[in-house]
Antibody
Framework: EVLLVESGGGLVQPGGSLRLSCAAS????????MHWVRQVRGKGLEWVSG???????YYPGSVKGRFTISRENVKNSLYLQLNSLRAGDTAVYYC???????????????WGQGTTVTVSS | QSALTQPASVSGSPGQAITISCTGT?????????VSWYQQHPGKAPKLIIY???KRPSGVSTRFSGSKSGNTASLTISGLQAEDEADYYC???????????FGGGTKLTVL
């Protein structure tokens, strides 16, 4: 079974940092682009980062410089380092798999269940 | 860059067909075939239902179909069923600086 399982969410103070993890199983992780997408409670989806199979990274302007995506293929794991966190970063963070290798804009065909990040004092 | 524009809500009766629009610009929806649609039930992760404008992943009902005209993509659900009640999001590639945009989401109510 193809599976993505996120972890690492929690409560953090404004200005703090957090590292999210996503464990992949059931497919050859190293051959797929991967993404992080977040969702504020009651709001829509927002793409926050992507990484290609060669480690090339992509970010929207809203998080560039604060968030860092990385991957460790030997551990079938994806990571998201969140720095300088703000209240507006409070959301459920999902990891997702890109369908087409090397096409960062391709659809996301497998999603994890999400991990919740709460930024509050 | 702003999110793609979707209606906040649509509704339909069982058996009917509904269409959800997703309006972007010539820099995203209008320029690429990389438009996809996602279904999300409350408390659940999104599920891919349409990719590359018109294609359905294996296991997705043929009642779901996609299309695109100019800068607007559309999702049509025919033969509405109670289980279709969910939030729907479009997503498009937006070029080599913005990369990925989602729509604001549309809540589908089956009356």
């Amino acid at each position: 079974e193809v599976l993505l399982v996120e972890s690492g969410g929690g409560l953090v103070q404004p200005g703090g940092s957090l590292r999210l993890s996503c464990a992949a199983s059931g497919f050859t992780f190293s051959t797929f682009d991967m993404h992080w997408v977040r969702q504020v409670r009651g709001k829509g989806l927002e793409w926050v980062s992507g990484i290609g199979t060669a480690g090339d990274t992509y970010y929207p302007g809203s998080v560039k410089g604060r968030f860092t995506i990385s991957r460790e293929n030997v551990k079938n794991s994806l990571y998201l380092q969140l720095n300088s966190l703000r209240a507006g970063d409070t959301a459920v963070y999902y990891c997702a798999r890109g369908m087409v290798r090397g096409v960062i804009g391709s659809a996301m065909d497998v999603w994890g269940q999400g991990t919740t990040v709460t930024v509050s004092s | 860059q702003s999110a793609l524009t979707q209606p906040a809500s649509v509704s339909g009766s069982p058996g009917q067909a509904i269409t959800i629009s997703c309006t972007g610009t010539s820099s995203d929806v209008g320029s690429y075939k990389l438009v996809s649609w996602y279904q999300q039930h409350p408390g659940k992760a999104p599920k891919l239902i349409i990719y590359e404008i018109t294609k359905r992943p294996s296991g997705v009902s043929t009642r779901f179909s996609g299309s695109k005209s100019g800068n607007t993509a559309s999702l049509t659900i025919s033969g509405l069923q109670a289980e279709d009640e969910a939030d729907y999001y479009c997503r498009s590639y937006a070029g080599s600086s913005t990369f990925v945009l989602f729509g604001g989401g549309t809540k589908l109510t089956v009356l």
